[in-house]
């Protein structure tokens, strides 16, 4: 038993292949993993960060006569990536021709009357090339986030085009020059942090309208769960 | 009319273009799907996202008017550049109005001179027929306007149709006579539909250099197809402020008495933008909450911020959307905007001016022009003789001639003057002051015996004898008592 610690950009199917593992039940299920597997739910969307508990290989001892060719087959399970395209007024886009570039080629595609592809991809995939018209979107697979976490709902705003990019945390710089002593009668200054917070409210803001909820601009429970819902997961 | 008109300085700028910061290329995070799994999909859908803007100030337009002023052939310019820069970037146009007023006669105002850069833009001159022929509000287009497009047209033979300024009397009709031989249409020197219709194609090819900013109806982002402008043109009303007042100023700007002051600072609000977006945005009718320039704000206010209402009223202190990003009621807007270097306000100069007859006493409601430059702007002065002059830059002199208000129909205007703003305070500056109050003279003692005479005074001409009464009536004081 040793640990893996997840990174940006990691899924627990590639996770499971690199170690060996024909299923990432036998890395998600194992006892150890109990308490992630309850926190996360979903197996294909951790967060960075997260810690796994990857368990030894089982030796399995197959006792076979001498003198005779045998064959082994391993069962690995398979991974899709399931994408639905919409336009800008969140109508599907059906019956359009998609390609999907992956790492073992390229796939001709039409989307359902949904706007869905499902595309077969490798357990190790990692990025796609998805175009669609003139349209390109550049996927990242396994970049999704949890959806309580800030990461994932900003991604997930983003896929549904209410905001234009994630938007980091600035990093504070130890060398900065101390602000300016603001006027407390001049209210918060508008600066990175602010402007961050305006936009992302805006998203918020607008996603929640068109979502029927409540306009708030809190990224609330209810707000990330309609959220999950709207964006598929 | 109005006792403001906007000054034109020809090295100031009426308006502003420029390019929103590049984000990150739309990037998809996606999870991948197990079979068994709990990813039914990922979502994956484009935003309405703005890349480049242009701004145009109300100085570029007549005041309190939708019509288009000769001089926004420079900012026009501007316009050109970035759109050449963004070819198949699709554009929208907003016009915004100032506070005063109710949202949904803002609303037909704003929209009323969004309504005119687009028909402008795309030479569609019924658009123009229609702001021509149905006035609202303060908003008429008139022989005035007529005149102005026959200033800035080059005629067959170079020449415009007529000067910037006419002289008084001179009726435009000659001007519109040669216009209307010029270009096959009968001639009877009145501007009717006919000859307005060639008028404003004229006129608008003046304005964008020929052909060389002419917009097709698809480059826009409703692509002409929606009906009535839907996604191509738009009033916000007043629900999108660069300056709200602070409550304190408010409550005195609302006073009749400051309502010049109040019109003029609010001049930074009233403006006109164009976003040009993402390559490829396409929208449709349930896509863009936008009304169009003939509904009401119903379906704005569904865009409003949850705070939208705090947002655009004055609170404790004076806000300015460039600072501090939290003067617009709509959050639609708002997205369109909040990166944008075109939303912001340029500082303004107001200048009070009071006009008065040979007594030196106001004239109330007076007729007047300001002649300045290539431009002529008219209005009519305040109950008290005040009138205030909008200025981008100051100017040092400006050229006024003004009449009572029964001679009005004369078309011309016996007081004329050509005013010294911002005379200072030095030993000169009253020389500037005597010459404002039609004290001119080249001598300054003769000067000042006269202004002694008018007012009953001991003629001394000595300046010292008046100086502070002197300064006190020039700059904005009662008329002195005569002793």
């Known amino acids: 038993m040793r640990v893996y610690v997840v990174a940006k950009g990691d899924h627990l199917p590639a996770i499971a292949e690199s170690n060996g593992f024909a299923r990432h039940d036998a890395i998600w299920s194992h006892p150890d993993n109990a308490e992630l597997k309850k926190a996360r739910g979903a197996a294909e969307i951790l967060l960075p960060g997260d810690q796994l508990q990857i368990p030894d290989p089982e030796e399995k001892t197959v006792e076979v006569p001498d003198g005779q060719k045998h064959r082994f087959v391993v069962k690995s399970e398979k991974l899709e990536l399931r994408l639905r395209i919409r336009d800008i007024a969140s109508a599907p886009l059906g019956g359009a021709s998609a390609i999907l570039a992956v790492s073992d080629g390229n796939q001709d595609l039409t989307t359902d009357g949904d706007g869905q592809i499902i595309a077969p991809i490798l357990r190790s995939e990692r990025k796609a090339t998805l175009t669609v018209g003139e349209a390109v979107y550049e996927i990242g697979i396994g970049d999704l986030d949890p959806v309580d976490s800030e990461s994932g709902w900003q991604a997930r705003l983003v896929n549904l085009g209410y905001l234009e990019g994630l938007l980091p945390s600035p990093v504070a710089t130890e060398d900065a020059a101390p602000p300016d002593e603001p006027d407390p009668e001049d209210g918060p200054p508008y600066d990175e942090e602010a402007e961050r917070a305006h936009e992302l409210r805006a998203a918020i803001e607008e996603f929640q309208l068109d979502g029927g909820l409540g306009v708030t601009g809190e990224m609330d429970d209810a707000t990330q769960a309609r959220l999950r819902e709207l964006h598929g997961c | ?483």
């Open chain 2, 1 to 483: 009319m109005s006792s403001h008109v906007h000054l034109d300085t020809d090295d100031a700028e009426g308006g502003v273009s420029g390019t929103h910061p590049a984000r990150e290329p739309f990037r998809v995070r996606a999870a991948p799907s197990l079979s068994a799994g709990t990813v039914p999909f990922n979502a994956v859908e484009p935003g309405l996202f703005t890349v480049a803007c242009w701004r145009m100030d109300d100085v570029r337009f007549d005041f309190d008017s939708s019509f288009v002023m000769p001089a926004a052939k420079k900012e026009l310019s501007l316009l050109r550049q970035i759109h050449d820069e963004h070819v198949g970037h699709p554009l929208s146009i907003f016009g915004h109005a100032d506070p005063t007023g109710t949202d949904d006669y803002n609303k037909a105002l704003s929209g009323r001179r969004a309504q005119a850069i687009y028909g402008l833009l795309v030479r569609d001159t019924d658009l123009w027929e229609e702001l021509y022929s149905h006035p609202f509000g303060g908003d008429q287009w008139g022989k005035k306007h007529v005149t102005l497009m026959l200033s800035a047209v080059p005629s067959d033979s170079g020449p415009p149709y007529t000067e910037a300024a006419p002289g008084p009397g001179s009726a435009s009709t000659s001007a519109v006579k040669l216009f209307q031989d010029e270009h096959g249409l009968k001639g009877d020197g009145d501007a009717g539909p006919a000859t307005r219709k060639e008028l404003f194609k004229a006129y608008m090819d003046a304005l964008c250099d020929g052909d060389a900013l002419e917009l097709d109806p698809s480059e826009m982002l409703g692509g002409g197809a929606l009906g009535g402008g839907k996604g191509d043109y738009q009033g916000c009303s007043e629900l999108n402020p660069v300056l709200v007042f602070s409550g304190d100023e408010a409550k005195v700007l609302d006073q009749p008495a400051h309502h010049a002051e109040r019109n003029g600072q609010n001049s930074v609000n009233r403006r006109v933008l164009v976003f040009f977006f993402r390559k490829g945005t396409t929208i449709d009718e349930a896509s863009w909450p936008c009304p169009r320039v003939k509904e009401g704000t119903a379906a704005c206010k569904k865009r409003f911020w949850s705070d939208g209402e705090v947002r655009r009223n004055p609170q404790a202190k004076r806000r300015l959307y460039e600072v501090t990003h939290d003067t617009f009621a709509c959050r639609f807007y708002d997205r369109l905007a909040m990166k944008s270097p075109c939303e912001g306000s340029s500082p303004l100069i107001l200048l009070h001016l009071r006009l008065c007859d040979y007594e030196k006493d106001p004239v109330g409601g007076a007729p007047f022009r300001v002649l300045h430059g290539e431009s002529v702007r008219s209005g009519e002065a305040g109950p008290d003789g005040f009138i205030t002059l909008i200025a981008l830059k100051r100017p040092e002199a400006v050229k006024i001639e003004w009449t009572r208000p029964e001679f009005a129909d004369d078309d011309d205007f016996p007081f004329r003057r050509e005013l010294f703003v911002d005379v200072g305070d030095d030993d000169p500056s009253d020389d500037k002051r005597l010459h404002n109050l039609g004290y001119v003279d080249a001598s300054r003692s003769e000067n000042v015996k006269s202004y002694q005479v008018d007012f009953e005074h001991k003629v001394t001409g000595v300046l010292d004898d008046i100086r502070v009464e002197l300064r006190d009536f020039h700059d904005g004081g009662p008329r002195p008592a005569k002793t």
